[in-house]
């Protein structure tokens, strides 16, 4: 049995189905991700997890004691688990002192060094402790919303949304230097992001959520390869889907003979590439003579954006007249390195590396 195990939990706000039937198992010590688009369920599953509301069936267990059982509830304040909500939810009255140590018996050994150790921890310096909330940057108000929930020391950590405050750049160290964190103090966590990139890079275990339930769990390399459906394949990032004609592993298509992740027979099938798995070469329309089963390709936009530049590539089959099969061909996006990108007129070669995923 997992560290947290939940079944069939589900959740009704009148006629809503804001949860319609989650399981979710989460290993001791480990990092998973709920992602999914605003309003899917996610926040109302955390609500559930951390006991601020009862389900309407469903059974929740952590470290094998039963937190819920349809109804039946252990009171939040029972429960070990600590949440740093979306908003952060600073006390606005107290300082960031006592925010942080709000868990902490007020006559707690060393409060007042831990509270400064945790500071620390979370990236916070010193001096801002005398203040209040409205006097922090978004970001800070969210790493003491983290200090506080730590330092009820949790056997479970829940953040939700906790750096959708926080600009691209400083999200992605404060991302790192957080699950850093929880890993070193050893809490098992759950983060609830409606960014997919946060949701692959941050944990092991990955949960894309849709409509109250969960459409796919797995490592965030099998979501990211072998999507369960188009709808997953385009949440997690671009991808290119093509009809194909699937028998031996391989897979033709218009982007000519393509190894796939299945090895069964199918006559009429979708397959799906990530565009990083197609790479580009330049060459000449004589260039394309004599080598009838490799894909070519014209580029008829090239749209640059600094690091990347997005180009579309309208196939052309060689063995074909260039112009003909051209006709009712809708071009690849790919998206490049913005160094040396093919300009809009240019022929390329287009080679693929490793597998396509097959649809089922
Ligand atoms: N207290 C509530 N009362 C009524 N409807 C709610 C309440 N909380 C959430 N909902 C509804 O339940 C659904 C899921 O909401 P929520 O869990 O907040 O989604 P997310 O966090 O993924 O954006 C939404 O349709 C939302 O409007
Ligand atoms: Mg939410």
């Known amino acids: 049995m997992s560290f947290l195990e939940i079944s069939g939990l589900k959740k009704h706000y009148g006629p809503v189905a804001a949860l319609a039937g ?52 252990v009171p939040a304040h029972r429960r070990g688990i600590g949440v740093v909500a979306q908003d952060g939810a600073l006390f606005p009255h107290l300082t960031i002192s006592d925010n942080i140590g709000f868990g902490m018996g007020r006559n707690e050994d060393k409060r007042a060094e831990r509270i400064v150790e945790l500071a620390y921890i979370v990236g916070l ?33 829940l953040l939700d949304e906790p750096f959708s405050a926080l600009d691209t750049g400083l999200r992605a160290s404060m991302r790192k230097a957080v699950a850093e964190l929880l890993e070193a103090a050893g809490i098992t966590t759950i983060l609830v992001t409606h960014d997919q990139a946060e949701a692959l890079s941050f944990a092991a275990q990955v949960a ?7 459409s796919q769990v797995g490592t965030p390399r099998d979501l ?20 194909a004609k699937i028998s031996d592993g391989f ?21 799906m590439l990530r565009p990083e798995q197609i790479a580009l070469k330049r060459t000449s329309r004589e260039g394309m003579s004599g080598t009838s089963d490799m894909p070519f390709g014209e580029v008829t936009e ?13 196939l052309l089959n060689n063995s074909d007249p ?9 071009p690849l996006i790919l998206r490049k390195s913005g160094m040396d990108a093919p300009a809009v007129g240019e022929i390329v070669r287009l080679t693929v590396s490793g597998k396509a995923h097959v649809f089922a």
């Open 208 to 214: 894309v959520m849709r409509d109250g339930k969960f």
């Open 322 to 330: 260039p112009d003909a099969a051209a006709i009712g061909n809708t």
């Open 125 to 157: 310096d010193k001096a801002i402790l005398k203040r209040r909330p409205h006097e922090l940057s978004g970001g800070q108000q969210q790493r003491v919303a983290l200090a506080r929930a730590m330092a009820m020391k949790p056997r479970l950590m």
């Open 302 to 314: 090239s749209e640059f954006a600094g690091s990347t530049c997005t180009i579309a590539v309208r």
């Open 251 to 271: 897979a033709s298509s218009s982007l000519g003979r393509i190894a796939v992740d299945t090895m069964e027979r199918r006559d009429v099938a979708r397959i």
């Open 22 to 73: 989650v399981d979710l198992s989460v290993a001791s010590g480990s990092r998973t991700a709920i992602v999914g688009p605003s309003g899917c369920g996610k926040t109302t599953l955390l609500r559930l997890i951390a006991g601020f509301e009862a389900p309407d069936q469903g059974h929740i267990a952590l470290d094998g004691e039963v937190l819920a059982n349809g109804g039946v509830a």
């Open 224 to 243: 990211y390869l072998k999507p369960k459906d188009r709808m997953i394949a385009e949440f997690l990032g671009d991808a290119i889907i093509l009809p």
